[in-house]
């Protein structure tokens, strides 16, 4: 039977002196608490959309407190990391206060709706020295970071082509409303800022390489939505919705790397399908997010599956030691970044996780698929 060596807490990040906050309390903010409650932070306390949400959220999370204001949140001296998981369009706001406070951000993905708002806000960061991460958590999937770790090693030879989808079906019909689906609140781009933008990191971060030109199109497959109804804050009455379900890329990448990419919220029967394929000279490499406990690595002679392997460097008390088989989960994704974020913040470790510089790359990226789709023509991302 397997040896589980559980990393000792000497080992592990033990984050139970790291004070944090989460804002928004949807989807998100629940993944967030979870991931920090598994690293030992203490959850200070959370803010929802009204003080009976907050009350509820806060004891429903495990947190010590609700917060009834922003201002509430970030004057409490325990607060030292807020997470910032709100609707688009508060991001910004709630960012610049939380630094100009000198708190440590994590903001979840897309960090701002315009690319200007994004780069004056990885400026901010910057100048403040704060710890500042964007929350694109499938860099810590174990099996992204060994497809990483082959790239990079050059076991796969040089790369020709980086191709791929993203589909989910949670919008797959005219009554499923989200505050995603409305512009002024989820940004002018839905499926690709939501998701194509995980998708793009992902291509990225494991390959080493940068996007240069896209030419992309879009749909947006119904002309009204509910509004905001699943926040439970919009009014049940349709909304009209401009931004799209449906983005189709085509891209050129450093090195001669071409690919392509197809994201869309309204493909049935696909619930959170992250799919990467890197082709290179001697080999390809397969991530799928929705059979995360294996990675597809494909030769001339064979097709491997290969299994999620305990990461002998385990560095978090997560499931990271977990053996082969017994999946490790999509919250252990936010925990491992969290752990990065927590260990740089307590000794001063490297800046490894993803940060506002990646958040605003992720929106320059973003517009140019919005301006590719509107112009129909190649927009060339310097
Ligand atoms: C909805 O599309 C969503 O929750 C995204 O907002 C997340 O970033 C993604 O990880 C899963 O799907």
Known sequence: MFDIAVPSAQEAILADEVGVAILGTGFAGRMHAQAARMLGARLVGVMASTPARSDAAA????????????????????VEVVHVCTPNALHVSQVEQALARGKHVICEKPLATTAQ????????????????????????????????AKIMAGELGRIRLVHGTYLQDWLLYPSDGDWRAVTEIGGPSRAF??????????????TGERITDIAAITSTVYPTRPGAASSGDGAAEPLPVTNEDIACLVFRATNGIVGTLTVSQVSPGRKNRLWLEVDAAEASVVFNQENAEWLWLGRRDAGLQIARDRRPDAQIADSSFLPPGHARGFVECFAGLFSDVYKTLRNGAARTFPTFDDGARSAILTEAVLRSATAREWVHIP
């Open 59 to 78: 004891a429903e999370l495990g947190a010590e407190q609700s917060f009834a204001s922003v201002a509430e949140l970030l004057e409490h001296p325990a």
């Open 117 to 148: 708002d994004a780069e004056r806000l990885s400026g901010l960061a910057r100048e403040s020295g704060l710890i500042a991460a964007v929350a694109f958590a499938y860099r810590y999937q174990a099996l992204t970071q060994d497809a990483r």
């Open 193 to 206: 800022a939501d998701v194509g933008s995980h998708w793009c990191d992902l291509a990225e971060w494991m």
